[in-house]
């Protein structure tokens, strides 16, 4: 059961372009996620994240969208170089609900995006 | 600069070796994560610890145990590695509110 799903393996994109990454997640209790970058024999590195009372993140070239009602985010990267060439995860934090989750994540599958020179 | 690092880049070992794999952190966090990364499954939690000598079991447990006898080290192990173990693993950190920090991995071969 893939509570977090990103459908598209890969992704390539000319440099200078728009990088838009996608995320679907089914579990309502999720509240915040987290967009990870992760180079080949490097554990994976925090890029950024959205609460859900937010639509809207954004730091520098990245930014993330939020759409609660269609369990949907995405990270939309302008312009792309290719040093973001990399595998990007989408990972997911239930609501504390009473009690903790221990920032317990949820991950989806990764994706691999090459931005071509 | 929050640092987290794991006893060895890569490791080779033989069906039914028991397997240690180390983790390390510097920045006192109170909560360690052990996944596995394949590909096309990403990461999959295998065990986590919120406290010293405290652990939960994650979503695929299966095959591993794990120790956390100070607060600053994790380990897991694999009590007879298989084949189907064969992966990396990648240790985590984090603070109770904070975002989880990842060491380099670990590329276990088993052969």
């Known amino acids: 059961d893939q509570q977090v799903k990103q459908n598209s393996p890969s992704l390539s994109v000319q440099e200078g372009r728009i990088s838009i990454l996608n995320c679907d997640y089914t579990n309502s209790m999720f509240d915040y996620f987290l967009w990870y970058k992760k180079y080949p024999a490097e554990g994976p590195t925090f890029l950024i994240s959205i609460s859900s009372i937010k639509d809207k993140n954004e730091d520098g070239r990245f930014t993330v969208f939020l759409n609660k009602s269609a369990k949907h985010l995405s990270l939309h990267i302008v312009p792309s170089q290719p040093g973001d060439s990399a595998v990007y995860f989408c990972a997911a934090l239930p609501s504390n609900a009473g009690g903790t989750s221990y920032g317990k994540l949820t991950f989806g599958q990764g994706t691999i995006l090459t931005v071509h020179p | 600069d929050v640092k987290v690092t794991q006893s060895s880049r890569y490791l080779v070992k033989r069906t039914g070796e028991k397997v240690f794999l180390e983790c390390v952190q510097d920045m006192d966090h109170e909560n360690m994560f052990w996944y596995r990364q394949d590909p096309g499954l990403g990461l999959r939690l295998i065990y986590f610890s919120y406290d010293v000598k405290m652990k939960e079991k994650g979503d695929i447990p299966e095959g591993y145990s794990v120790s956390r006898e100070k607060k600053e080290r994790f380990s897991l192990i694999l009590e007879s590695a298989s084949t189907n173990q064969t992966s990396m693993y990648l240790c985590?950190?984090?603070?109770?509110?904070?975002?989880?920090?990842f060491g380099p991995g670990t590329r276990l071969t088993v052969l």
């Open positions: 985590a950190s984090s603070s109770p509110t904070d975002t989880q920090y």
